[in-house]
C-alpha cells in the first residue's frame, strides 16, 4: 500500500504481512505455509486478533467485520488463500476514497 511502511515476517506457520502508517497497522495479510487457510483458521485468527474487538460475519459485505465498526477482514480476492485484516478509516484515506486528516 502507498505510503506506509511494509514488513514480512514468519510465524508459527503463517506468513504475515503488515503495512504500517505513522507506526499503526492499517493492513495485513495472512497466509498459512502448510496447508490453505480453513474458515475455523480465519475465525481462530480473528478471535485473538484483539482482545477488545470481536469480528461477525456479515452476509451483506461478504466479509468479517468487528465490534467496534472500524475494521474488516476476509479472503483476498483472487487470492482465497491469503486473509486480510484492515482498518477502513485508514485505507480508504490513505486510497484517497475518504478525506480524513493525520493519515
Same mark, same amino acid.
Do not use: P
Given at each position: 500500500?502507498?505510503?506506509?511502511?511494509?514488513?514480512?515476517?514468519?510465524?508459527?506457520?503463517?506468513?504475515?504481512?503488515?503495512?504500517?502508517?505513522?507506526?499503526?497497522?492499517?493492513?495485513?495479510?495472512?497466509?498459512?505455509? &502448510?496447508?490453505?487457510?480453513?474458515?475455523? #483458521? *480465519?475465525? %481462530?485468527?480473528?478471535?485473538?486478533?484483539? @482482545? =477488545?474487538?470481536?469480528?461477525?460475519?456479515?452476509?451483506?459485505?461478504?466479509?468479517?467485520?468487528?465490534?467496534?465498526?472500524?475494521?474488516?477482514?476476509?479472503?483476498?480476492?483472487?487470492? &482465497?488463500?491469503?486473509?486480510?485484516?484492515? #482498518? *477502513?478509516? %485508514?485505507?480508504?484515506?490513505?486510497?484517497? @476514497? =475518504?478525506?480524513?486528516?493525520?493519515?
Amino acid at each position: 500500500m502507498a505510503n506506509t511502511e511494509q514488513y514480512e515476517w514468519t510465524k508459527d506457520g503463517y506468513i504475515i504481512q503488515a503495512s504500517l502508517r505513522n507506526n499503526v497497522t492499517v493492513l495485513e495479510f495472512f497466509h498459512r505455509t &502448510d496447508t490453505l487457510m480453513t474458515d475455523d #483458521d *480465519i475465525k %481462530a485468527l480473528l478471535k485473538v486478533y484483539r @482482545k =477488545d474487538v470481536r469480528f461477525s460475519w456479515s452476509t451483506r459485505d461478504n466479509c468479517f467485520k468487528s465490534s467496534d465498526k472500524k475494521m474488516m477482514a476476509g479472503r483476498q480476492e483472487g487470492h &482465497d488463500d491469503w486473509i486480510y485484516v484492515r #482498518d *477502513i478509516a %485508514a485505507t480508504e484515506a490513505l486510497s484517497g @476514497k =475518504d478525506k480524513a486528516k493525520n493519515l
